[in-house]
């Protein structure tokens, strides 16, 4: 039942979240930025904010941008979410699931050439 109590806070919290990037920060520097998972600590003290970023090079500044906000963020957070008790702090980090899911489909289609190459 805890899990699924759970799950609702990182859905509601990723929401609102989303919601805070699209209106509330208006920083050019950060480019498109998007939550993509979010999950909660039991205690709901912790949440880690998976953000995924367009541009990859300058993902460490976005990230350290983010990070530096992360107040403002928070309590931004707090105002959307006033029926929560207790706004978890916020640790965000980088998802770097995409690039894992681009670098095995580049490995599939080198197996796949490396085969079409010996039945020639």
Sequence with gaps: MANVRLEKIASRVKEELSLV?????????????????????????QANVYISVYDRENRELILEKV??????????????????????????????TLDYVEKMENLFKQIHENDNGKKD
């Design 67 to 96: 990070n530096s906000i992360k107040t403002l963020i928070r309590t931004e957070l707090a105002h959307k979410l006033k029926n929560m008790r207790k706004i978890p702090d916020l640790n965000f980090l980088i998802d770097d």
């Design 21 to 45: 990037f699209l209106h509330k920060i208006q920083d050019p520097q950060l480019g498109l930025v998007t939550i993509t998972k979010v999950k909660v600590s039991p205690d709901l003290a």
